[in-house]
């Protein structure tokens, strides 16, 4: 039944505006011809033909900012990988960015490009994988892969913390999710390559369809590439498992969500618990869409600047500057009604 509705909420989707019959037009073409390059609109950075032989790990980075705009809190998260010996390949889905804001990346990036928007952040890691491929790259140069995306602030702690972490396995994530299908989120996941993980990411990306609508993009890809790891035999670990941030739970007796958190097993814990896992488990992202919209509600996001500056490092500025440019945050919050509050409190 679930299906059945997703795909009639993609044909739904797919009828609603010229823009989106163009989205589903362009991954049309991509089935016919194979051809991602021809999404590219702007080359501000090409990759060279041989990749540096002293950065080891390959980052492929998904931006997108409504104005077009590199914003800092992004360039803090690329210097941050840029240190952990990275090259990094970005893509924005923002087909202009200014030329001004692409200077500060310029040294952290070995390529930056723009693209239509299609496949949100998949369709960008997609056009990075291609854009490498064509230059000759492989991920023969490489000991390590992360997708990443600027979907989140930070790293709020020294992203060294959750790097160490990722050993003794093949492919990790900065935390795992029971929605749906228990999966590791897509916004940060990494793969220690070798011929098992070669040979998941080869097929992967050479199967890989864009997806215009978001729901099915979700089942198909983010939900997927875990389920599709465990049956090529990957061995997988997340920085916070379901259990650790489950049992953390009991740390914070008082929070807003507790009693849904406790009764449920299925919540996004980065939106509901996002202030339990960097005070208990110093998890170092924050989504950005909280601070600029506040959604679902939390009481304590007024006091955000407060918790960030008590519990970590990470300099709040960041994050009120692109808030206050986007043109979003306290004032355009919407409070939710009296009855809102309660079906929120009772859903189980």
Excluded at 324 to 336: A, F, I, K, M, Y
């Amino acid at each position: 039944m679930y299906h059945v509705v997703e795909i009639t909420r993609a044909l739904w989707t797919r009828l609603r505006s010229e823009s989106e019959r163009e989205s589903y037009r362009a991954a049309a073409r991509y089935r016919r011809d194979g051809d991602a390059l021809s999404f590219i609109c702007e080359t501000h950075q090409q990759l060279p033909a041989q990749p540096p032989s002293d950065r080891r790990s390959l980052v492929l980075f998904a931006h997108f900012d409504a104005q077009g705009i590199v914003d800092p809190y992004v360039v803090h998260y690329l210097e941050a990988l840029h240190r952990l010996g990275a090259t990094i390949i970005f893509v924005s889905s923002s087909p202009t960015l200014t030329p001004e804001s692409v200077v500060p990346i310029r040294p952290l990036c070995a390529g930056i490009y723009t693209r239509r928007t299609l496949s949100l952040d998949f369709g960008s890691w997609h056009l990075a994988w291609c854009i490498m491929r064509e230059r000759g790259w492989s991920l023969d140069h490489f000991d390590r892969l992360v997708i990443c995306n600027d979907s989140v602030y930070g790293p709020l702690f020294p992203i060294e913390e959750m790097w160490s972490s990722f050993r003794d396995a093949d492919m990790y994530g900065a935390i795992e999710s029971g929605v749906q299908k228990t999966h590791l989120q897509s916004f940060f996941l990494a793969w220690d390559l070798n011929a098992r993980t070669r040979s998941f990411l080869n097929d992967f990306w050479n199967d890989f369809q864009y997806v215009v609508d978001k729901l099915v993009l979700i089942r198909r890809c983010e939900v997927a590439i875990s389920t599709r790891a465990r049956k090529a035999g990957l061995r997988i670990r997340p920085f916070l498992s379901i259990d650790a941030v489950r049992a953390a739970y009991e740390l914070s007796p008082n929070h807003q969500w507790f009693n849904m958190l406790s009764r449920t097993g299925s919540l996004n814990n980065t939106i509901y618990y996002w202030d339990g896992l960097i005070e208990h488990l110093r998890f170092p992202f924050l989504k950005t869409s909280l601070p600029r919209y506040n959604e679902p509600w939390h009481d304590s996001m007024q006091q955000l600047r407060e918790f960030i500056e008590r519990h970590t490092p990470y300099p709040y500025d960041l994050i009120q500057s692109n808030v206050d440019r986007l043109g979003l945050g306290e004032e355009t919050w919407v409070r939710p009604t009296p009855a809102r509050r309660w079906i929120d409190a009772h859903r189980v």
